[in-house]
């Protein structure tokens, strides 16, 4: 069975701190994607970053850094130099790839990023 | 621009009371989803549905019913409402057998049972 585990509940920082979110998985599959969700205040997940099991390079966004390693297990999210928007629940998700059909992607219990100005 | 809408964002009941969450998707996903969030609970699957008329439970389905009549339309049904039912309910659609692709999420429905 697949887990996703986001062992830190809340994070509280000061502005322009740069922060790590952690994200660990677990799953027999050799084929996988990861997804990281932000939700702000307002309520809907947004989107962030999706990546596949055989794509380990790290990637870069702007102010947010994905740090993907299969040895580990782990799917860490940076945010650098914070800003009090950035302020939200980050879900990380894994969905496994079946052959053909619907599939139920799993989600982390959140952690909660609260950015101080 | 693809969208999730959900019929309330915020919903006020008595317990025992019938509730009707409803979910539309307009971009002709097959899959559906709907979530309860709690506080350090995360979000947990209730049902799913993989087509029109098709149910699947998910982690917590006790208490809840859905309904598929039509491809855009999914709804989450409280039979008799409880307070433990005070949640937020995530609605969620996806394309069939598509891994790669993300979950579509409504703006959710804030409900208190009292």
């Known amino acids: 069975a697949q887990k996703v585990t986001q062992a830190q509940t809340e994070i509280s920082v000061v502005e322009k701190e740069d922060v790590t979110l952690d994200c660990v998985y677990e799953?027999?599959?050799?084929?996988?994607?990861l997804f990281w969700y932000k939700q702000p205040p307002s309520g809907e997940l947004v989107f962030l970053i999706r990546?596949?099991?055989?794509?380990?390079q790290n990637e870069i966004s702007g102010r947010y850094s994905w740090n993907f390693q299969k040895s580990t297990s782990s799917f860490n999210f940076t945010i650098t130099a914070s800003q009090v928007v950035d302020s939200a629940v980050y879900f990380c998700?894994?969905?496994?790839?079946?052959?053909?059909?619907?599939?139920?992607?799993?989600f982390g219990r959140g952690t909660s990023l609260i950015v101080h100005p | 621009d693809v969208k999730v809408t959900q019929s309330s964002r915020y919903l006020v009941k008595r317990t025992g009371e019938k509730v009707f969450l409803e979910c539309v998707q307009d971009?002709?996903?097959?899959?559906m989803f709907w979530y309860r969030q709690d506080p350090g609970l995360g979000l947990r699957l209730i049902y799913f549905?993989?087509?029109?008329?098709?149910?699947e439970k998910g982690d917590i389905p006790e208490g809840y019913s859905v309904s598929r009549e039509k491809k855009e339309r999914f709804s989450l049904i409280l039979e008799s409402a409880s307070t433990n039912q005070t949640s937020m309910y995530l609605c969620?659609?996806?394309?069939?057998?598509?891994?790669?692709?993300?979950?579509?999420f409504g703006p959710g429905t804030r409900l208190t049972v009292l």
């Open positions: 971009m002709d996903h097959e899959n």
């Open positions: 990546r596949n099991s055989f794509d380990e």
């Open positions: 799953t027999r599959d050799t084929t996988y994607y």
């Open positions: 969620a659609s996806l394309p069939w057998g598509s891994v790669t692709d993300t979950q579509y």
């Open positions: 998700a894994l969905s496994e790839a079946k052959a053909g059909g619907s599939y139920i992607p799993t």
């Open positions: 549905s993989y087509d029109v008329k098709m149910k």
